[in-house]
């Protein structure tokens, strides 16, 4: 059985940590040192190309969660709606199923506050483990960038220091090795313009042209492209259509760490099914659960992807998060319910 970690203990692990590095089963595989730009494959299968063009010869496959070297980022000027592709070993693949990443490792906290923590996942994956009886489990791979709820430091698998990491979907617990997670600074969810009057913010949301656009006093501010849902009326994974709803809203919870998808631990150790812990920076606006959040499993911004919430990138998705009311600065998020509700800042989706 898992134990707590004492300050001796702690120094003892943390001591051996950076050692297992590059030994440890529950890192990705890194087969040689990478300071150059990376990417994760983020669906089943991709193709890769001779050239950077789709309708050229394809010369090979990777995998989900295989990571890959850039040589180069182009331009191809094709496709129209996302012309970017990446050089890699073999041809090129094309931008939008592959997610920028990053290998960096942490220093392990010696403890963490009593309410939690929150962090980020600040390498490609990780392999997140539950204590079952006596016995190890695989569950999650947690992706680059997600967020999630740290409750103490224990001594994981194999005798180092991991993170207690809390899923609210399934108020349960399960184990994170410590130094692949970056705890997340309070100031880093100080509000934005908090002296904006709440009747100067708004959102409106263009689905035609994929847009979104802040305003303050009728100033736009901010604007990027999203992936709204599908243009679809039948239901999806979660039993609403993947359509975004079109319509006037308000942002209503605001979570920064959200389990997302079937919650079921059956499938848990299951990277293809529909289980997404620890989505990011999620602004809900309705009640059956849209929301505007990060986005680990694609980079095709501007095209309609979701099962009906916004797709943001995630830098862009916390942006939102920071700016919009209800204010959620870390000290305002309720510690039991990990959200901060509130009539919130007015949205307009037009079809």
């Known amino acids: 059985m ?12 943390t001591g051996v940590t950076l050692g297992g590095v590059a030994f440890s089963p529950y890192l990705p595989p890194l087969e ?18 001779n050239r950077p063009d789709d309708t050229s010869t394809i010369t090979g496959q990777v995998f989900r969660d295989q990571v890959l070297n850039v040589y180069e980022e182009v331009n191809s000027g094709t ?3 996302n012309p970017i592709w990446y050089r890699v070993w073999g041809g090129y693949v094309h931008r939008a199923r592959m997610q920028k990443v990053q290998y960096i490792y942490n220093s392990v906290a010696p403890g963490i506050r009593e309410i939690g923590q929150l962090a980020e996942v600040s390498v490609p994956y990780t392999q997140a483990m539950r204590l079952v009886g006596k016995e190890w489990q695989q569950l ?28 609210e979907l399934l108020d349960m617990t399960y184990h994170v090795r410590a130094n692949h997670l970056r705890l997340i600074p309070d100031e880093e969810l100080t509000p934005i313009s908090p002296e904006i009057p709440f009747e100067a913010k708004r ?11 802040c305003y303050e006093y009728d100033k736009p501010i901010f604007t990027t492209l999203i992936s709204s849902g599908r ?8 039993g609403i259509p993947t359509r975004t709803p079109a319509g006037k809203y308000n942002v209503s919870v605001k979570m920064p760490s959200k389990h997302m998808g ?6 848990a150790a299951d990277i293809e099914a529909y289980q997404l812990p620890g989505v990011a920076w999620t602004t809900f606006f309705t009640p059956q659960g849209h929301a505007f959040h990060g986005t680990y499993w694609h980079d095709n911004f501007g095209v309609p992807m979701s099962s ?3 797709n943001m990138r995630t830098e862009e998705a916390k942006w939102l998060f920071r700016w919009t009311l209800p204010l959620a600065p870390a000290d305002q998020i309720d510690p039991l319910k990990l959200d901060k509700k509130g009539f919130g800042t007015s949205i307009k989706i037009t079809a």
């Open 231 to 238: 243009p679809d009326d039948t239901p999806g994974p979660n």
């Open 140 to 167: 999650y791979r947690l992706y680059y960038t997600t967020v999630h709820w740290v409750k103490r430091v224990e001594a994981g698998p194999d005798g180092q220091p991991w993170y207690v990491v809390l899923d």
């Open 2 to 13: 898992s134990s707590k970690i004492t300050r001796r203990d702690f120094l003892k692990l």
């Open 203 to 213: 959102i409106e949301v263009s689905l035609p042209t994929q847009q979104l656009t």
């Open 308 to 310: 009906g919430c916004i």
């Open 79 to 81: 496709p129209g709606y």
């Open 262 to 267: 079937g919650g079921s631990l059956a499938q």
């Open 32 to 49: 040689e040192f990478a300071d150059g730009q990376l990417v994760r494959v983020g669906t089943t299968q991709v193709s890769v190309y």
